[in-house]
Nanobody
Framework: EVQLVESGGGLVQPGGSLRLSCAASGFTFSNYAMSWVRQAPGKEIEWVSRINSGGGSTSYADSVKGRFTISRDNAKNTLYLQMNSLKPEDTAVYYC??????????????WGQGTQVTVSS
């Protein structure tokens, strides 16, 4: 059974940092591309970042480029999102999602339960 479990969310002041983690199990993590998406209250799901299976290729939404960094540790079956210079508009539930192949041209097929990030003073 595929499981994706996010952690690391919380309340942080504007300008602060958080690191999200996504622990994966039930599949060969190193074979699949992964992504982070988020959903703010009353808004549609927004793609945030993605990374290919080997970790050598990444991309970011313009809204987070230069502030967020996606990475993965295939030995630990874990996906990360380092978030710096956080803004109130980054407030959302953050989800990790698995792609169905090694690159992010394939569709996403599994999602985690999400972790809340709140940026407020």
């Amino acid at each position: 059974e595929v499981q994706l479990v996010e952690s690391g969310g919380g309340l942080v002041q504007p300008g602060g940092s958080l690191r999200l983690s996504c622990a994966a199990s039930g599949f060969t993590f190193s074979n699949y591309a992964m992504s982070w998406v988020r959903q703010a209250p009353g808004k549609e799901i927004e793609w945030v970042s993605r990374i290919n299976s080997g970790g050598g290729s990444t991309s970011y939404a313009d809204s987070v480029k230069g502030r967020f960094t996606i990475s993965r540790d295939n030995a630990k079956n874990t996906l990360y999102l380092q978030m710096n210079s956080l803004k109130p508009e980054d407030t959302a539930v953050y989800y990790c999602a698995k792609y169905s192949g090694s690159y992010y041209s394939t569709p996403r097929d599994y999602w985690g339960q999400g972790t809340q990030v709140t940026v407020s003073s």
